[in-house]
């Protein structure tokens, strides 16, 4: 994934504070920083969290 942190518990952390403080979505902060949401997703899954559209944050 480009220019994201590679330890999975950093990217959760820093996903949500982009989330919290710039992107209304997922969709949103994917399509601005070039990130594949289903892979981006999948790593997450993989670290025990899962999107949820309704809070957009993980958890």
Known sequence: MKSLP???MILFSFVNMKLRDEYASLDALCDDMQIDR???EQTLSEAGVEYSTEHNKFW
């Open 6 to 8: 590679s330890d999975p």
């Open 38 to 40: 289903a892979e981006l």
